[in-house]
């Protein structure tokens, strides 16, 4: 049996900042945040700044939780790479007496 962790890890990549944070499931709360913005003497192309920022962090937050961390969600923001639209459906029961015209 795999035993589900207690926390979600989220890793933010953008233009001008980087974010981690964990967010502990059963409680809805924010675990850990840190930043690292990225000002205008950093090309933001270069992303020699992540793996130090990804070592500091990760250690910090497998001492918070008492566990490692085997996935981390990867949120980029970049407007070159893909627009997608999103559409919400609502399933409708079988049994019920609405009509769809």
Not at 41 to 62: A, M, V
Not at 89 to 100: T, Y
């Given at each position: ?95 019920s007496k609405i009509k769809i015209i």
């Amino acid at each position: 049996m795999i035993e589900e962790p207690d926390f979600e890890s989220f890793l933010y990549i953008s233009e001008n900042q980087y974010t981690i944070f964990v967010d502990d499931k059963k409680n809805s709360k924010n675990l850990y945040k840190q930043e690292f913005k990225i000002d205008d003497k950093i090309n933001p192309d270069d992303l020699s700044y992540l793996p130090k920022f990804l070592d500091e962090n990760i250690y910090r937050i497998e001492k918070l939780v008492g566990n490692f961390i085997k996935e981390i969600t990867l949120i980029i923001e970049n407007d070159k790479i893909l627009n997608t639209d999103i559409g919400i459906k609502k399933k409708i029961p079988n049994n019920s007496k609405i009509k769809i015209i």
